[in-house]
């Protein structure tokens, strides 16, 4: 075999095993009731849960509690999910910009469900923010 195929090999090889290492560690999106349902078999692997943040009668997000004088890496919200769930996220590592996390639009967290019930852990929080490119209508 000549040197050039030895080396092709070996690439594709190489290539077929970053593949297979990192889709091991891919979560999956799921409600809250699949995360829940997952925790409480023992399965212990990151979830994406999709949601919006709970809001009253006048569309004003309600129910945060972050208070960074007393503790600045404790940060409680409820999360409503795809399916109208409502559950308690707590995150031990907020967003920069709180303001930022109150106007978007969807969030995801991404962590586990508590194995207790009632309470999601999320090691991070990704925000859909409005644009401010959207074209408005006139």
């Known amino acids: 075999m000549k040197k050039t195929h030895i080396i092709g090999l070996v690439v594709i090889a190489a290539m077929i095993g970053i593949v297979v290492s990192t889709a091991g560690d891919a979560s999956q999106y799921v409600s809250f009731q699949e995360a829940f349902a997952l925790a409480s078999d023992g399965n212990d692997s990151k979830v994406h849960v999709v949601g919006e943040l709970t809001k009253n009668e006048t569309h004003e997000v309600v129910g945060i509690q972050y208070n960074p004088s007393l503790d ?4 409680a919200f409820n999360l409503v999910d795809n399916n109208n769930e409502v559950h308690k996220v707590v995150c031990y590592n907020p967003p920069a910009s709180m303001k930022d996390f109150e106007k978007s639009e969807k969030v ?12 999601f852990v999320a090691s991070e929080i ?3 923010c409005p644009s401010k490119y959207e074209e408005t209508k006139l």
């Not at 600045?72 to 940060?75: A, G, I, Q, T, V």
């Not at 967290?109 to 194995?115: C, D, L, M, N, T």
């Open 72 to 75: 600045p890496n404790y940060l």
């Open 108 to 119: 995801v967290v991404i962590g586990r469900a508590s194995k207790q019930g009632g309470e």
């Open 126 to 128: 990704l925000m859909k």
